[in-house]
Each structure stands twice: as structure tokens, then as C-alpha cells.
């Protein structure tokens, strides 16, 4: 389909003024919301891949992210109730002390794009506020843990156990700029990705 | 008995030579911890010293004696509450274990680019500004007017206090004289990334709207340059940068419309003798050729990055410094850390202009073992002495090579020149005006500082 093979294009270029017109354009062409939600999410995966192999950077990867969103806005009302694609939702944050959250942002993204529905704690968040926050949203399959200065590494670590030892069953994924494969394994994290495009990977792999 | 003046002497002629291209005695060492990990060293509570610097007197001699360094390893610089309470900023919040916290504040919309470009003082004045400190509010102006005076007085108070505790150290111990010929600024970009745009929002302008962006940039360089512009102007005054965005950046999009005003700011500087130093957040790999047109003996101080390929590229020019990694004084034995010393040094002495320094700053005393950091200096002071002093090397700084570059004046309402004031008062003697002209400049200091 010409239309949707445009959508991706838009995604990719990160035009969030035209991406709009031209979503609703293919809904009108009879093309199912799902596939094109599809599309959109196909294409920030390889606008994930490009900015892990360093070929974009993070202004390249905003807009994608934006005009995705936009796009978004056109296929919510269409798509409403149709749960039956979503992985779980994922809850997401920057721990306490922690005021960083562009990163956190784009993993959202990713994350999103790669299929959960996701609760945005936003930044400073207490250890237990993650927790509490599981316990009021459904179907919550995974909780997502950023911090990016040394100093809040402990705070990470207060997190991630506060978390499991409330709920142990409930999967944990950490990141950020300090934290490495090491380090996430020895405070008792499930996953770890060092980039926004491979933490939708690691998100889907760690529910299946 | 030791005679510090002669210790004292010796290490400032060692960052001399470094900065004459004269290979020094041996390689200096620059290590300097703040107000966090030195209050946490001494064990007296940070929150109480913020308010209080006087009460780092004991803890930064504490450091001293500890720490080898060339370069005073206490820095009292700090983020006063002092300043920032009165004035309600909300970019710079001191938590309640006593940390200055740094919340993200956007100081300008974009929609305002068009105000900055036509006038760049005012839009900081009456647009950012009140966005990062409440106190500065228009529907209060008695108000505003009290914050504002305390916030300025409760600075050069706490300024002076942490200046006091420095001299009185550095002439103790007999640290490299230190003076007024130092400056600190941000690149014309990086400014209005930080303050006004957020890192968001300036990532979005470089798509949206970036010859906005460019115009911007010309719009705030004559107030960054007076930014940075040191008090004094002597033979070896500079402008400390650190570098924020490139590497958040596409090539294409730093070469058009990052580091065209930047190297003109710095070649600026150069024909008037100052010279530049920048901190390379990140990893500068990429950017290492464009490093090369900084004015000679730029100092370059890296975070990450290959220092052989840096020194190859590099060495002959300028001034290397960093990349010594902190987390290996953390993680690593003291053999560890020391071997890795030597390696540096073995890569980077050779042939002067390498100044040593961590890859950054240590926040929190928990970031870095005391024993490591104390034997890797140790090591340096012994292990990197030259067998070639007095010999000279590579470039050498002349301001004769550069040339000053035209930009628009600050012309605004809210800073008033040498020849407004002359024509207003013309009954004023020039020693007067000149004495007023003073003030008005340290009146734009202490804004342009709100905004760092
Ligand atoms: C922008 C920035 C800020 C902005 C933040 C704005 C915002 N809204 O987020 C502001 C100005 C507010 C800020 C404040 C401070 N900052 Co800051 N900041 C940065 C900077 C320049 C970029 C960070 C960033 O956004 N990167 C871009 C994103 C895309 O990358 P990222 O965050 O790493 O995220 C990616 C991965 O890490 C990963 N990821 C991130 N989170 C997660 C989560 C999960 C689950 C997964 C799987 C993956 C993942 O995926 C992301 C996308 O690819 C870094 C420098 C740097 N090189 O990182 C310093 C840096 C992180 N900051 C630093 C410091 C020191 C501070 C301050 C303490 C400064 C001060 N003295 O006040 C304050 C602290 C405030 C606080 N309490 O948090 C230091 C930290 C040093 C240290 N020892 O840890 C750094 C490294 C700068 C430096 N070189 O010194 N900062």
C-alpha cells in the first residue's frame, strides 16, 4: 500500500505536520488501523536501530518519536477498545533523586511502539511509588527503571529490590547511562538495554 | 624549612611552560574536589555548609593535606542558596540532604525565537529570568526589587567567603597562584540550549525551526562573550567552556550550526590574548578535526575518548587533559589504577602540553576510592617527570594570529554603555564614569551568572 509506505516515510523523517493528514488518508483508503499503527510501529524500529548504530541522534529521534504520536492521535478514537493487540502495560520512571528523563522518554517510546500500553511515573520517583503504581493499573506485565547519574545508582538498586520484593513475580528492566549489564544483574534486574531502540526488543523479549 | 613560596612558583611555572609550549619539569596535576564529596570527607553535614562556607575552611584543608595536586584540590565554587533562595530559582533547588538539585526549566518558548533575535538582553530579561526565579515577578515589583538585591548581595557574600578559604589555602600549601584572568562561558548554543530551550526543546528547534536557531546564535554572542570575558587580561587569561550538545548532534547539524559561532567566539577571545579552554562532555571522536581550529594551546579536556589517536591528532596544537577514567578509581586495585597512570602518561607526556586531570568531576565521595585517587596523583608527580625541560614544543599561542570579529553591540534598556551614560551625565569626570561603568558591568555579570 503507497499510502502506509508514506506513513513510514513520515515516521521516519519525523514530519508530525503532515503525518496526520496523511494517516487519515489511509484510514479513508480502507486500510485497516491496526496495519497502519503497525507501520508506524515498524518504522521507529528502525529508527531505533539507526540511532543504536549511531547513524541518528537524538533530535532525529524525537521528532520520529512526535510525528508517530501524532499519527497516533488520528488512530486512537478508531482503535478504541481494541485491547486485544496489547502485550501488558509497562510502567515507567526515573528513580528518586533522578530529574533526567529524556532518555526515559524515548524508551517509552520504543516501548510503546513495541506494543504495551505504558504508565509514565515521570521523574524523582520514591522506590515504592513503582510498586504502589503496579497495584492500581491493570495488567501490568513489567516495570521500567531509569536512572543516569552515578549518585542515584543506589536509588536504582532501592527500586528494583522494593519492587521484587513486594511483587517478585513482576519483571524488571533497568537503564540509563551509568548502569551496565553488571550492574543491573547484581541488583537483581530481569533485563537491561543500553539504548532506547534495543529496550523495545529486551521489553517484549523478557513478557514472552 | 620549606620554603612554599619556592613550591609555589615551581607549580605555576609548571601549567606556564604547559601553556608557552615549553616542555615544563614534569606533568602538573590538576585534581579538584567540591563542596560534596569534601564535606562529606570531613564528615560535617552539606546542608548546614551550604549556608555556611566558613565551615569548609577545615574540611578543604582536610583535602589538601590528603589529595597531591598542583592546582588547589578544593573548590569551594558552589551553587549558594544564599543566591537562589531569596530569588526562588527553580533551577537550581538545594534537596534535603543538602545537594543542589538541577531541575530542567524552560526559559524561553519557541515561538519566542523572534524576540530573542531582535533583542536579546531584554528577552532574558523579561522572558527567562522570570521563568527561573519566581521572585522576579512583574505583578510584584517591590518585591522583585528586594529579592533581586539579596540574591546579589547574599553572592558576593558567599563568594567572598568561599575566595577567602581558597587563598588562604593556596597560599598555605603553596598551590599554583591563582587570579582574576579566569572567565567562564557557555557556546552560543549550548547557552540557549541550557537556559532558555531545554534539551528537548533545542533537539526539536534543530528540526523545526534551525535558521532561527543560527539567528539565535548570533543574537546572544555578544552577551556570552562578555560573559565570559575575564577581569583581567594577562598572559595567560582564559575562557573556560564546557560543551554540551555536538555530541547529541549530527556532523552535519553541529558543522552548520553549533560550532561556526563557537570557533568565531573563540578566535574573538584569542586576538584580544585570551585564550580557551573547553571540557568535551562525552565522547569527542568524531569531532577531533574540528578541535584543530581552535586557537593554539586551546585546553581540551575530555571525557571519553582514544588518547593515543587524540595526542597523534592533536598533541602538537593544544593541550591535553582528562580521560583518566573515575570509575577506575572506584572499581579497579591501586595497582590497577596506578599502571594505568604510567600508560597515560606514557602516551600523552611525550612532547608536552598534557595536563593531568579525571575525566570528571567527582560528585559524591562514594563516585571514587580516596587511596586510589591519592596514589594515581602520587604517581603522576613522580613517574611523569621530563627528561627534556625548558625545551620548546608544537604551536605556540600568539594573539597576533587571530582576528577580532565584528558582532552586534548589547543594546538594550536594561544595560546602559560608557557614551548613553557620558551624554546623560555630562558634568561626570571619565575617572567617575569609568568607576560606574564598573558597576554596571558587575550588574551584568551577576545577571548574566543567573543564566549559568
Ligand atoms: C540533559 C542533561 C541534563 C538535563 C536533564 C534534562 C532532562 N529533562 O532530562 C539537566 C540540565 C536538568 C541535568 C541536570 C543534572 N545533571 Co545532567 N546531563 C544531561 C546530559 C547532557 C544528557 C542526558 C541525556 O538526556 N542524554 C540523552 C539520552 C537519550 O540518553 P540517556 O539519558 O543516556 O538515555 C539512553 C540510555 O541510557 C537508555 N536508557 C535510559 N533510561 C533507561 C531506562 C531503561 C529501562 C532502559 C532499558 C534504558 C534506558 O536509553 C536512552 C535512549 O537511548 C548528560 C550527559 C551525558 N553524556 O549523558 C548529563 C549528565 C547525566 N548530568 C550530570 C550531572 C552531574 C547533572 C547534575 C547533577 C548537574 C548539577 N551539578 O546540578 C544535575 C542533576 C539533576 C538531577 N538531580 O537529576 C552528569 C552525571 C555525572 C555522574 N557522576 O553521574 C552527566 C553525565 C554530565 C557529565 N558529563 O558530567 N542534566
Not at chain 2, 177 to 194: S, T, V
Not at chain 2, 229 to 236: A, E, G
Not at chain 2, 414 to 443: D, I, M
Request: hydrophobic share 40%; net charge negative; aromatic share 8%.
Amino acid at each position: 500500500m503507497l499510502k502506509i509506505q508514506e506513513v513510514k516515510t513520515l515516521v521516519e523523517t519525523g514530519k508530525a505536520k503532515k503525518i496526520q493528514a496523511i494517516v487519515q488518508e489511509a484510514l479513508d483508503a480502507g486500510c485497516p488501523a491496526q496495519e497502519i499503527l503497525n507501520a508506524m510501529i515498524d518504522s521507529m524500529g528502525v529508527v531505533g536501530d539507526k540511532f543504536s548504530a549511531g547513524e541518528i541522534f537524538v533530535p532525529e529521534m524525537l521528532i520520529a518519536a512526535k510525528s508517530m504520536a501524532k499519527g497516533v492521535e488520528i488512530l486512537k478514537p478508531v482503535m478504541s477498545g481494541d485491547t486485544s493487540s496489547s502485550l501488558g502495560t509497562c510502567i515507567i520512571g526515573t528513580v528518586a533523586g533522578d530529574l533526567h528523563d529524556i532518555g526515559k522518554n524515548l524508551v517509552s517510546m520504543m516501548i510503546e511502539s513495541a506494543g504495551f500500553d505504558l504508565v509514565d511515573l515521570g521523574v524523582d520517583v520514591p522506590a515504592q511509588r513503582f510498586v504502589d503504581a503496579v497495584n492500581e493499573n491493570k495488567n501490568v506485565v513489567l516495570v521500567a527503571c531509569s536512572g543516569l547519574l552515578t549518585t542515584t545508582m543506589p536509588a536504582l538498586k532501592e527500586a528494583v529490590q522494593t519492587i521484587k520484593a513486594a511483587l517478585p513475580e513482576m519483571k524488571v528492566i533497568v537503564g540509563g547511562a551509568p548502569v551496565t549489564p553488571d550492574y543491573a544483574a547484581e541488583i537483581g534486574a530481569d533485563g537491561y538495554a543500553p539504548d532506547a531502540g534495543s529496550a523495545g526488543v529486551k521489553a517484549k523479549e523478557l513478557v514472552n | 624549612m620549606v620554603d612554599i613560596k619556592k613550591i609555589q612558583a615551581e607549580r605555576t611555572k609548571l601549567f606556564d611552560d604547559v601553556n608557552d609550549s615549553i616542555i615544563p619539569k614534569r606533568v602538573p596535576v590538576n585534581i579538584f574536589l567540591g563542596i560534596e564529596p569534601t564535606a562529606q570527607y570531613a564528615g560535617i553535614d552539606l546542608a548546614e555548609a551550604q549556608w555556611n562556607p566558613g565551615m569548609l575552611e577545615d574540611a578543604g584543608d582536610k583535602i589538601c593535606q590528603t589529595v597531591f595536586s598542583d592546582s588547589i584540590p578544593f573548590m569551594p565554587y558552589m551553587r549558594s542558596p544564599a543566591l537562589y533562595t531569596p530569588l526562588k530559582a527553580q533551577s537550581f533547588v538545594m534537596g534535603s540532604n543538602g545537594f543542589m538539585q538541577h531541575p530542567e526549566v524552560m526559559g524561553m518558548e519557541a515561538d519566542e525565537y523572534d524576540y530573542l533575535i531582535e533583542k536579546p538582553y531584554d528577552c532574558l530579561i523579561e522572558k527567562v529570568i522570570p521563568r527561573h526565579y519566581k521572585a522576579v515577578n512583574s505583578q510584584e515589583p517591590f518585591n522583585t526589587m528586594l529579592s533581586f538585591a539579596k540574591g546579589l548581595l547574599g553572592k558576593n557574600d558567599s563568594l567572598m567567603a568561599g575566595a577567602g578559604i581558597m587563598m588562604k589555602l593556596v597560599a598555605k600549601y603553596g598551590y599554583r597562584q591563582m587570579g582574576l584572568n579566569g572567565g567562564g562561558a557557555e557556546a552560543p548554543f549550548d547557552f540557549i540550549a541550557d537556559q532558555l530551550r531545554g534539551f528537548t526543546g533545542i533537539s526539536m528547534d534543530i528540526r523545526r525551526c534551525p535558521e532561527k536557531l543560527q539567528d539565535a546564535c548570533e543574537a546572544v554572542y555578544p552577551i556570552v562573550k562578555k560573559m565570559g570575558t575575564p577581569l583581567i587580561v594577562d598572559d595567560y587569561s582564559s575562557v573556560m567552556y564546557p560543551l554540551h550538545m555536538p555530541t547529541f548532534m549530527r556532523e552535519k547539524d553541529f558543522a552548520k550550526y553549533w560550532w561556526p559561532s563557537f570557533l568565531k567566539l573563540c578566535e574573538d577571545h584569542a586576538s584580544a590574548g585570551i585564550r580557551t579552554s573547553v571540557f568535551c562532555e562525552d565522547n569527542w571522536m568524531r569531532y577531533l578535526d574540528y578541535l584543530q581550529d581552535l586557537p593554539s594551546n586551546t585546553q581540551l579536556t575530555f571525557e571519553y575518548g582514544d588518547p593515543k589517536i587524540i595526542k597523534e591528532k592533536l598533541g602538537n596544537k593544544h593541550i591535553i587533559s582528562g580521560l583518566y577514567p573515575i570509575s577506575y578509581l572506584k572499581n579497579k586495585s591501586k595497582q590497577e589504577c596506578i599502571d594505568l597512570a604510567k600508560e597515560y602518561i606514557d602516551i600523552l607526556a611525550p612532547g608536552g602540553k598534557y595536563i593531568f586531570a579525571l575525566d570528571k568531576v567527582p560528585l559524591v565521595l562514594d563516585d571514587f576510592n580516596m587511596e586510589n585517587l591519592c596514589a594515581v596523583t602520587e604517581t603522576v608527580r613522580d613517574y611523569g617527570v621530563y627528561s627534556n625541560p625548558g625545551e620548546q614544543v608544537g604551536t605556540v599561542f600568539k594573539k597576533e594570529d587571530y582576528q577580532a570579529q565584528s558582532c552586534r553591540s548589547i543594546d538594550s534598556k536594561y544595560y546602559q554603555s560608557f557614551e548613553q551614560r557620558q551624554l546623560e551625565n555630562p558634568k561626570a569626570s571619565g575617572t567617575e564614569l569609568q568607576k560606574l561603568q564598573q558597576l554596571e558591568e558587575q550588574l551584568f555579570a551577576f545577571v548574566a551568572n543567573l543564566l549559568m
